[in-house]
């Protein structure tokens, strides 16, 4: 045996070979290796590290070692290690860096086997967050590599693409957050929806303001809390899952307004000689002429329901559907009163300067009411009674004195009143009244009251869009949704006289301001009823449906050469007068409808004139017959029982909501 041989590892120890006086001698040195401390859970095995120990769970067991939990050398970690904190709301750069408890890795095994697969493990970027967390709060490499098996220079690589990592982990729990939504409402949207399409299949209006509260009532009954709090932002994440669109009933088609042309440009040039160059006072302005903007009102009469908007409703389309802009929106009409008249709006404004108080006309005489109801109403309204709420010779005069006078007594020396052809304005008594405080009424084209009136230009209409706004903010209130949509009790007269003061009040108080002064303004400069003497803001003049039109030049007659026939205008006797009840029981968009329906355009011998139809609206079925067929329109007239009129299309008759009887 060679003398020079080395000493050789042993099984668990060392022997060394000693001569000794020509004699070989082995020597066993005592085994220095550290002792198995790590046993295996499913066999007797022990192991020296947890590597060993993890290779044989692999190799021998299978897969049963992957749901076993092994401590490191049977003491558990004892390292303060806190919980990661959310990545969802912050940037990578804003994320702050806490300590997390250390967890079992979720390994994601791959799809195909490959070669050296039991040797590699996949790491997500939410787990290396974690890591280098913990990395960053001090605690050891050396207990984490240990711990999830992961070799140091693998940590020390993560630490160096700590802003990488940190990045990738808050989009991966961004994109968790969005695939994965909060399913805290999803049985509220599910009975919501139910009783959406209930309602809509019955052709009841749905806004915003009663899905508010048809849910809070839902989610009360759901969760036994008669104070749960339904937010807006749950009814805007419904209408928009729902993909709900807020569409309008539709309307009869408006004819052209060019027939007018002419006539405006004639009512445009005698207004203009007559009433604003005829003569030459002291007080004459070289550009307004006689009167100036201050010295110029309008009043005009608009009938206001109970019920402001009832021609929008939400409705529930096809994504995706070519057909959505022909979707017929239907809306049972008529309802149950509240959205016809209640009362009559007087309004009366100027293009500047302090405006009238605004005037409300109620039915009846007004005897009975109480004293405690009166100081209900809004302070800032004209409250007035007439028999059928409507604007007739009695209530024009009185407001003549109760209302105009304290504008124009003290502040201007003369005015200017223009008035639409009502009866009650053309009466002597009206013109007296106005006349007494030096002033003079000017009336306009008849027919015409959309085109050259400012107040139907735009002005009442703008009222009522603040009236029915102040109507949504009083429905915010829970107690008055549940009494407006869930009462079987209608509202009593007095409780409506009080809501409907308080809301035109408000609406009012809102339009006159000084936000809206520009508005009223280019009010009158568009009609035409703030032209010039001297026709240098003509260019302005631009009424509704006439393009391109143009106001006739001033003469070239000096303005203080009196001409024959230069006195005030009366109205027209000759024209025919619509009645003033029925001017005031319809609204805007009928009067429209009456004009359109021109007497040459009717057809008495369609096979359908004189058959009864049968429909289907909010309070119930009526029965009506079909007087004509209108050939432009491309619609029959059909008269009711209660002697209510309606326009119906060939489409219209679908046998499901409306249909033939005989």
């Given at each position: 045996m060679c003398a020079n041989r080395q000493p050789t590892l042993g099984s668990f120890g060392f022997i060394k070979r000693v001569r000794h006086r020509g004699v070989w001698n082995e020597i066993i040195l005592p085994d220095i290796s550290e002792q198995p401390k790590l046993e295996c859970p499913h066999?007797?095995?022990?192991?020296?590290?947890?590597?060993?120990?993890?290779?044989?769970?692999?190799?021998?067991?299978?897969n049963i070692s992957e749901s076993t939990n092994v401590e490191i050398n049977n003491v558990p970690l004892t390292s303060s290690i806190a919980e990661i904190e959310h990545v969802s709301n912050v940037d990578s750069e804003e994320l702050q860096l806490g300590v997390f408890e250390a967890q079992d890795i979720s390994i994601e095994p791959p799809a195909k086997r490959s070669r050296g697969q039991d040797s590699r493990r996949q790491y997500n970027s939410v787990f290396k967050a974690k890591i280098v967390s913990n990395l960053e709060a001090g605690v050891s490499p050396k207990v984490l590599a240990q711990k999830h098996a992961i070799s140091k220079s693998m940590l020390s690589m993560w630490r160096l693409n700590k802003g990488k990592i940190m990045l990738a982990a808050s989009n991966d729990h961004k994109k968790l957050l969005k695939i994965r939504p909060s399913t805290k409402y999803a049985e509220l949207y599910r009975d919501l929806r139910k009783v959406f399409l209930e309602a809509r299949s019955k052709g009841h209006r749905v806004d915003f303001n009663?899905?508010?509260?048809?849910?809070?009532?839902?989610?009360?009954?759901?969760?036994?809390?008669?104070?749960?709090?339904?937010?807006?932002?749950?009814?805007?994440?419904f209408i928009k899952r729902n993909d709900l669109r807020l569409r309008s009933r539709q309307r009869n088609r408006k004819l052209s307004k060019e027939n007018f042309r002419l006539p405006m440009q004639q009512w445009h040039a005698t207004t203009r000689e007559r009433l604003i160059r005829t003569g030459c006072a002291d007080s004459y302005n070289s550009k307004w002429g006689r009167y100036a903007p201050e010295q110029r009102f309008n009043v005009d009469q608009s009938p206001c329901p109970f019920v402001i908007n009832t021609k929008k409703t939400y409705e529930m389309l096809e994504k995706k559907n070519p057909n959505n802009r022909e979707h017929k929106v239907w809306i049972s009409q008529p309802g149950s009163g509240l959205d016809k008249r209640q009362c009559t709006l007087q309004i009366c404004f100027r293009p500047t300067g302090k405006q009238p108080r605004v005037a409300i006309i109620f039915n009846g005489k007004g005897k009975r009411i109480s004293e405690?109801?009166?100081n209900a109403w809004h302070p800032d309204v004209d409250v007035y009674f007439q028999e059928n709420a409507w604007a007739d010779t009695a209530f024009s005069v009185e407001w003549v004195k109760r209302t105009l006078s304290p504008i124009v007594q003290h502040s201007i020396d003369r005015f200017v009143l223009f008035c639409d052809n009502l009866s009650a304005q053309i009466s002597d008594e009206f013109k007296k009244s106005v006349s007494d405080l030096n002033g003079v009424c000017w009336y306009g084209l008849p027919n015409a009251t959309d085109i050259w009136q400012p107040v139907d230009a735009g002005y009442a209409e703008l009222l009522k869009v603040f009236l029915n706004q102040k109507h949504h903010e009083w429905l915010d209130c829970d107690g008055n949704a549940t009494k407006w949509y869930e009462s079987t009790q209608s509202f009593r007269r007095k409780e409506r006289w009080i809501l409907l003061t308080h809301w035109v009040g408000e609406g009012y108080k809102k339009l006159i301001s000084s936000q809206y002064d520009s508005f009223r303004l280019r009010i009158w400069q568009k009609t035409g009823c703030l032209m010039t003497a001297d026709g240098t803001e003509d260019h302005l003049v631009q009424p509704e449906?006439?393009?391109?039109?143009?106001?006739?030049?001033?003469?070239?007659?000096?303005?203080?050469?009196?001409?024959?026939?230069?006195?005030?205008?009366?109205?027209?006797?000759?024209?025919?007068?619509?009645?003033?009840?029925?001017?005031?029981?319809?609204?805007?968009?009928?009067?429209?409808?009456?004009f359109e329906d021109n007497i040459a355009d009717r057809i008495f011998h369609h096979e359908l004139v004189g058959k009864q139809v049968k429909g289907l609206y909010e309070n119930g079925w009526f029965i009506g017959k079909i007087q004509y067929f209108n050939s432009r329109l491309d619609e029959f007239k059909v008269v009711f029982e209660d002697d209510s009129i309606d326009y119906i299309s060939k489409e219209d008759i679908d046998d499901v909501e409306i249909f033939l009887i005989n």
């Open positions: 066999c007797d095995n022990k192991f020296k590290n947890q590597q060993g120990l993890t290779v044989h769970l692999k190799c021998t067991h299978g009663w899905i508010w509260s048809k849910a809070r009532i839902l989610y009360r009954q759901k969760t036994n809390d008669p104070n749960a709090i339904v937010r807006k932002h749950v009814i805007v994440n405690d109801e009166k449906g006439l393009p391109g039109y143009n106001i006739p030049p001033p003469s070239m007659i000096d303005p203080d050469t009196v001409t024959p026939g230069m006195q005030n205008p009366e109205p027209n006797e000759n024209v025919d007068i619509q009645s003033e009840k029925e001017s005031l029981l319809i609204d805007n968009d009928d009067e429209r409808e009456e």
